[in-house]
């Protein structure tokens, strides 16, 4: 289907310096856990986005220099000629598809920890930083200045010559230039610190020096937070922002434009549970107002109605983003082909930066399992084999999110027939409900997006109101059946932090209850004061307290770890969400345990306290996020009781079982193992993942023989 | 005791249509098929009788081509016991209706069950016209049927407005089921696999009169216009708009 006319604007090219965009899609600088030192799961993973129409991709953060080493967090790096030569690789898929590639050149001054280089950052002024532990910098003189300075020079003529076209003078996230920008950082009292112009001396000299050096062919980003939320020491629009537009625009050649410091980042990359689409277009707009240069923003932007009433409103010229291109790396080519029924929406959850916040493992992503995996498993998120059991017929049970993933794939791959069967009423499974949990109606997304898929699939049925049993699936004509009967919160308050149940705890009891009683089944939370055991750990503990505060009940929410929902740390979901545990009254007890459960009362200890002093919170109701558990009663029964070997007399081939009825984790996981079950269902013993590509340095054995004989060499000269 | 179900393999068109160069009917690229949806609830409801009354044989008769033979295939995974086909390139309803009864009259069937409408050309006629050409008594638009098998059966019509009409019928009749009066049973990958083995029968269509009308033309209708733009600040649209409102409630 041909675009709608509409949509042309995104499709415009624009000029940045010396460069031209081909078009206003960009993917702003995002982590992946690869950087330079895995170059073809970096390139595969960029150029899938451009092959996706995107008409420039940047890399993550791109560290200049060893003194600005995020260990354990992976950075890209252009230190020295090696790393040009991996991120080279990168820019050359890029342009093989015509887009632009992007370099955010990054000194982290006090924020870099420095824990494989060792060196020392500097920074503006000796304050640890209010984000990494324990990491001071080294107060920086003149000479400090001019030294960091060409770091920038050299790390750019780096990027020229791996081939980039745009290199960054990175700011936001209160990185290196930002932080002489800022009061808060910058307490220095010579001309690099006090009066604007002076705060600004080190950012502009530095843009200046690298426009100098690399500027006639080489376009020029600079990306500034216009708002750091901390009052008056903060970075702040009027008094810092826009003098710095119109101070350093002529040599400036599109600007990036956020908001947030790097301790609350979640402002910037912002959860769907506190903000819609495009937060931050006033201040993008602002900057707009103000410069004659091209503005690019993020703002989760998935909608392409919102992206040109960004443009057509003078808030944007370029619609940049990060976690959609995350989730549909083909975003803008099906704005282009018209097909907005196949984008696959974020849905806002920041699982992907969980990664980057837990220190570098590879990207994930909800919607998208083939994020990540583009390399090393060579998956390709919109083009699919035909598998080379097509010939068989598949029955999934249970459409939760990884029954309608697998089925999906399944039915892309062109298997005969996938019969998708539901005991339930409709597709979703565990995503029918906790979409309705306060905040997260985006994350609706995942059932929306594949029920329309399934529906357009002419392979795949989808039936409801089945309840399957092992011998209605013994006798249903599959020879392939999957099980994905999802799993189901504990209600003995069985947990990971006793490895125990606990005493009294049974959720058949009227006031003791589980999250999907209270949100499936609606049981109702009887009296006043309600106590949440949370030994789960990410959303569903505050979720639930949440809802029940708003539904005017007296919560008390119960940790034993020291603060509570601890994946939220890595979502950036936490500070806001405690913000609003705080408001509604909810009483946060941490390093607790509860050890008996009795009507009108839970019994805890603080986990530290040898002597166990029994704490007594009255209670009228007990909610139990302790733990989750499979549901697998019905693969058991299929591998246990039928027997593979009565199933083959009936023809099924093969049992498998997938997602939380295999091990309940994250919904990304229970998509992903759907995902590569469809993707590997015709490989030699599809239970068992195929190996994947490990981009590793393998020894080269005559190199490394001869530095092993050189090292004995001396040891037998008596040199050692 | 016998049931005939006569059905139709609708097509099934997507949000994007092309049409054939002569412009008389939608290309077949941007086609896909279907047992037609109400024909699917009278297969239902013959499936049912059969399962209430222990006995009764229940045969899907279509008029069309080979393709066609899928909407049976479908009768035949949901349960149905035989399956005719008329070998015909009918697409009236009068000519659809004689080429079935040329299948129906012979089967001598207690009751023939048709969908209210084919989901694709949707003339609501087929089973009407099939009900003369039999010369059996016929009710229409079906929501709820009592019978026990043999003499008078009490049906319930579904009239505007959520009226119901009872009315008694004696059988043999045609009835034309309307959706909603069941959930239609789904087929197990097993029986869609044994119906695909499953003897149709071929029957010879009668030498046809003329069609009852013929296509001459297939397209988009053009927007259509007349909307009313209105202007002004949220407060004065608003007042716009009662007054057009009050204007039509008249």
Known sequence: MARDPKYDILFEPIKLGPKTMKNRFYQ????????????????????????????????????????????????????????????????????????????ELWYGGPHAPCME?????????????????????????????????????????????????????????SYLPQQF??????????????????????????????????????????????????????????????????LVDDIVDVWDINVSGISEWGEDATPSRFYPSGRMLPWQHAVKKVSKKPVLGVGRFTNPDLMISAINGGQLDIIATCRPSIADPWLPRKIDEGRLDDIRECIGCNVCISRWEIGGPPVICTQNATAGEEYRR???????????????????????PAGMECAMILGKRGMRRVHLVEADDD??????????????????????????????????????????????????????????TGGYWATDGLNGATHDVIAGADASLSWQLTPEQIMAEGKKVPGKKVLIVDNDGYFMGVSLAEKLAMEGKKVTIMSHQAHIA?????????PNQNRKLHKLGVEIVVEHYPTKIEQGKVHAVHVFDEEAHDKVWEVD?????????????????????????????????????????VAPRLIADAIFDGHRLAREIDSPNPEEPLPYKRERRVINMAGAKAEIDEHMAAIHAGVR | MKIVVCVKLVKVVGDEVEFTADGLDVDSDYLEHALNEWDACAVEEALRIRERLGQAEVIAVTAGDKKSEEALRRCLAMGADRAVRVDSAVTDPISTAN??????????????????????????????????????????????????????????RELEGGLVDVVEVDTPAVLTIQTGINQPRYATLRAIKLAEQQEITLVTAPAGGDPAYRVRRMFTPPKGEGAQMLKGNPSEIASQIAVIIKERLK
């Open chain 1, 28 to 103: 702003i600088p995002h982590c992946n856990g690869f950087g330079s030192e895995k170059p073809l799961s970096q390139a595969f993973f960029r150029s899938m986005k451009a092959e996706g129409g995107y008409g420039a991709c940047c890399t993550e953060y791109c560290s200049i220099s060893p003194e600005s080493d995020d260990t354990h967090r992976v950075s890209a790096r252009l230190w020295d000629d090696d790393d040009v030569t991996n991120l080279s690789v990168m820019c050359e898929m890029l342009h093989g598809y015509g887009a632009l590639a992007a370099a």
């Open chain 1, 181 to 246: 920008l800022t009061p808060y950082y910058n307490k220095r009292t010579d001309e690099y610190g006090g009066s604007f112009v002076n705060r600004a001396r080190f950012w502009r000299e530095t843009i200046e020096q690298v426009k100098d050096a690399v500027g006639h062919d080489t376009a020029i980003a600079v990306r500034m937070s216009c708002d750091m939320f901390m009052g008056e020491p903060g970075t702040q629009l009027e008094r810092d922002c826009l003098p710095f537009v119109e």
């Open chain 1, 427 to 484: 597709m979703g499974g565990i995503m029918r409900w906790i979409p309705q949990l306060p905040g997260l109606g985006e994350w609706g997304r995942i059932v929306n997006y594949r029920k329309i898929q399934i529906n357009k699939l002419k392979n795949v049925e989808f039936h409801a109101n089945q309840r399957l049993d092992a011998n209605a699936i013994k006798t249903y004509g599959a020879e392939i059946v999957i099980v994905a």
């Open chain 1, 378 to 400: 060579g998956w390709h998120p919109e083009i699919f084999t035909k598998a080379k059991n097509a010939d068989n017929d598949v029955l999934v049970i249970g459409a939760g």
């Open chain 2, 99 to 156: 080429a079935l009864a040329s299948a129906v009259a012979p089967e001598s069937p207690d009751l023939v069950l048709c969908g209210v409408q084919s989901s694709d050309s949707v003339q609501g006629s087929t089973g009407t016209a099939l009900s003369e050409l039999l010369g059996l008594p016929r009710v229409a638009v079906v929501k709820k049927l009592e019978w026990s098998g043999a003499g008078p059966a009490t049906v319930h």
């Open chain 1, 621 to 661: 109701a007990v909610v139990l996020v302790t733990q989750r558990r499979s549901n697998e009663a019905l693969y058991r029964e299929l591998k246990d009781k039928v027997g593979f070997s009565e199933l083959k007399k009936e023809g099924v081939n093969a049992v498998y079982r997938i997602g939380d009825c």
């Open chain 1, 117 to 173: 280089s060792r060196c020392v950052p500097r920074a503006p002024s000796q304050i640890p930083s209010d984000f990494e532990h324990l990491t001071y910098p080294k107060q920086m003189d003149k000479d400090d200045i001019r030294a960091v300075q060409k770091m920038y020079v050299d790390a750019a003529k780096r990027a020229r010559t791996a081939g980039f076209d745009i290199v960054y003078v990175y700011g936001s996230h």
């Open chain 1, 566 to 574: 601890k994946y939220m740390d890595f979502t950036l979901e936490s």
